[in-house]
Each structure stands twice: as C-alpha cells, then as structure tokens.
C-alpha cells in the first residue's frame, strides 16, 4: 500500500510495522481497542455462564495431606485403603468456577498484550514501504531504493511518519524530500561516514525532516552534507547532531534554508577540525530567513565562504551554549545583508570576543556594501563583558545600519 499523508500510526525505527500513533485517530483506536477488549475479560470473568452457577452442589470426601493412622484388622475403625487417601474439598462447581476464574485471567493477559498489537499489525502493510514517489505511486522500503529509482530524473520522495534508521546517497538529478513537519526523523544512521544525506546531484529539496543524533569518528557528522549542485530547505531541525549542514565548494551553487532550527549542534574538542550548525564552502550564495540557532555545543552558528549572504529575521539563542564561538562567520568575506535578527549571547564562550566576524580567515570575496542593519544583539541574563557586534578583518566598506546593541557591545571592530 502506497504511504498515506494522514497515517494514524508511525512505522517502527528498523524494519516494517507500525509504532505509537502519530494521529489523534490512532490514539482514539488503540485507547477504545484497549477498553473494549479490557471491559469484556473483566465482564466474562464476573459473570461465569449460567450452567455453571447452576451446578448441583455435592460435597465428596475431605482431603487427607497424610495417609489416615492404620489400626489392627477387626478393631472397627476403618483401614486407610477403606476410602481414597485423597480427594478435594470442592464440590464440582466451585471446582468448575474456580478453572473458570484461572481461564479469565489467563484470557484478560492475553487480551492487553493483543490490544497493544493489534494496531501495529492492522498498519503494518501500510508502513512496510514508507517511501512513496509521488509522480509514480511507486513505493520503497529503503530511502535508497527510492533515490535510485528516480535516477537523473527529477520527483518527489514522500516519507510516513516514523523515525528512521536509515539513510540515503544522491548522486544524480533533481529530488525532493517531503514529509509533514514533525512526524519523520532520521536517526543515528550515517551514509559513506558522512551524513544521513549525501547529496551531489543537480538540486535536493528537503521539507518536514529532523535530523538527530548524527556523529562520525572524524568529528562532523551531518544531518546533510551537500558536495554538488543546489540545496533547499524549509521547517526541517537538526538537532543534537555534530553538525547540521555540511558542503563542500561549488560557486555555481546556492543554498536556501527557510523556517528551520538548529538545536545543539556544533562541537570543536579532541584536536579535530571544529564543527558548526551551519559550515557551508565557496558557494555562490547562502540565504538563511526565518530559522533559529541554539544552545550549541562548540564552533559557530553560521560559518560559510559563500561570496554572497543573506541573514534575515533569525534568532540566534547562545544562552545554553557551551564553548560557542562566533554567531555569524562570513570567514573569507561577503557581500549582502545581515538584517533583522536577534542576537544573545550566552557566557559559556570559547570565543565571546564578537558577534559577527567577517574576513577572520581570508579575503576572497569583497564585503563592500555589506548591509549590517535593523539587528538586536544583547546578553543573557547575568552577564556582563565587552565585546564587538561586528569584527571586521577586511577593511572594506561595510554598510553599518542602526542596530540596537546592548550595553558592553561594540559597534563596530576592526581587526
């Protein structure tokens, strides 16, 4: 069965069948499932069948636990091989009611754990094949399968709600990756020790994923890692990861991330190469609206070499940060805007020496004209320091805006 948009249960981690419910639908179902099944143990096991409340009562011989006392032949008392040396004290239908009793709570066991089951197996032909291309209503068990299949074409993949062990390579065309926002998650798994995607086709498109728990032995596994052609992602989160996104140089290339949030990322320990929640290369532009960076755990926020950025209406919550660094690095200079974001930085810093730096590691790209305006940068509740909203390695003619800046911060910084 192709995928459903609106599946009431999500498919198991690895493997098929089916989870929780992930709809309020499948929580009403396996709740009235469970009362129902549960009510009918308890109603059989408080009302045994009228037969057999209507069997006749009969005693039989008391039980005896030890053999009666043997007396001499002739005595008039009874030998112990008079009677049987055992029998129950129950009567026939206290004997049957009691079997009864045991059968219902045997029943009423079996009843919960099927109650529990039977969802999953009523939704397993559902989830067995959690990748749909939508052009085609072809449906895949692996994330892989479906990629291959549209080759260097171009289509849709729709993924079912669920969280997934799994992972995929895009080496070819134009691939959308859709879900609904919050119901898919990517998980632990990692492809060519690099990400949970590889993307080096002509453009991806991700829309609804999480990506979690993403960590490599070289120190920056990805939620995605793009090495060619152009990316696009809208209310997706990384988060928990050691880095969001990834790629490598491609000029010609622009990445767009919209609505998305970036959780707990970052890290830069054990003399390896820092990671960051975004680290983009020589790309022909990055564009960043709408998102939301937080509580990293090392590198920076926004490290690219893009020649061209745009930073608009994003926050960037250093609060529970730990060993964090710079919130936007423009590492070898660029052109564009940083407008309207909000700023705070938190006191757990490697490096609080700035906000924003710009040309910290070179000088390809040209800042002239670089719009820096409408921003609010302050700091976290109970810290108090100096530093530079803006440190500028390049020299060129930044377009300094009114930004409102925190007392402690400097404007402007030229290093």
């Known amino acids: 069965m192709a995928a459903d948009d609106n599946a009431w249960f999500a498919p198991k981690r690895f493997g098929y069948g089916s989870g929780l419910p992930v709809a309020w639908q499948g929580w009403v179902f396996m709740l009235a499932h469970v009362a129902v099944t549960i009510g009918t ?18 005693r039989s011989w008391p039980c005896r636990s030890t053999p009666p006392r043997r007396v001499a032949a002739g005595s008039g008392v009874p030998r112990a091989t008079d009677r049987p040396a055992c029998l129950p004290d129950l009567n026939p239908r206290a004997a049957m009611v009691a079997r009864m009793k045991q059968a219902h709570r045997i029943l009423l066991a079996a009843a919960a754990l099927g109650a529990l089951a039977l969802p999953a197996a009523l939704v397993s032909a559902q989830t067995a094949a959690p990748y749909t291309i939508v052009e085609t209503g072809q449906t895949f068990p692996r994330l892989q399968l479906a990629v291959d299949a549209i080759g260097n074409g171009a289509g849709t993949i729709r993924i079912a709600p669920g969280r997934y062990g799994d992972c995929a390579i895009q080496a070819d065309g134009d691939v959308l990756y859709s879900a609904t926002p919050g119901t898919v998650v990517f998980d632990s798994m990692i492809c060519e020790g690099k990400a949970a995607l590889v993307l080096r086709g002509r453009s991806a498109r991700v829309e609804g994923l999480t990506f979690a728990n993403l960590r490599v032995p070289d ?38 991330i919209d ?40 590198g920076h926020y926004v490290k690219t070499r893009a020649g061209r950025v745009a930073v608009l209406a994003s926050s960037f919550d250093d609060s529970a940060g730990r060993t964090t660094n710079y919130m936007i690095d423009l590492s070898a200079g660029a052109t564009g805007r940083i407008t309207n974001n909000w700023f705070l930085q938190g006191s757990d810093k490697e490096n609080y020496s700035a ?8 000088h390809a790209h040209s800042a002239d004209g670089l719009s820096i305006d409408a921003n609010d940068a302050r700091y976290a509740p109970g810290v108090e320091r100096k530093s530079a909203f803006v440190a500028d390695w390049t020299g060129d003619r930044l377009a300094m805006g009114s930004n409102a800046l925190a007392q402690g911060l400097t404007r402007y910084e030229r290093r």
């Open 41 to 58: 143990a308890l109603w059989l096991q408080r009302s045994p069948p009228a037969a057999i409340a209507a069997l006749p009562a009969c």
């Open 219 to 256: 120190g920056n596994g990805a939620g995605i890692r793009l090495e060619k052609g152009s990316l696009s992602v809208t209310q997706s989160w990384f988060k928990d990861s050691e880095e969001g996104i990834i790629t490598g140089d491609n000029p010609a290339g622009t990445i767009a």
């Open 259 to 298: 609505k998305s949030t970036f959780t707990r990322l970052g890290r830069c320990d054990r003399g390896l190469s820092c990671a960051h929640s975004i680290y983009t290369g020589d790309y022909g532009a990055l564009t960043v609206t709408r998102s939301r960076f937080e509580a990293g755990r090392g």
């Open 355 to 362: 906000f924003i730096a710009i040309g910290a590691e070179g």
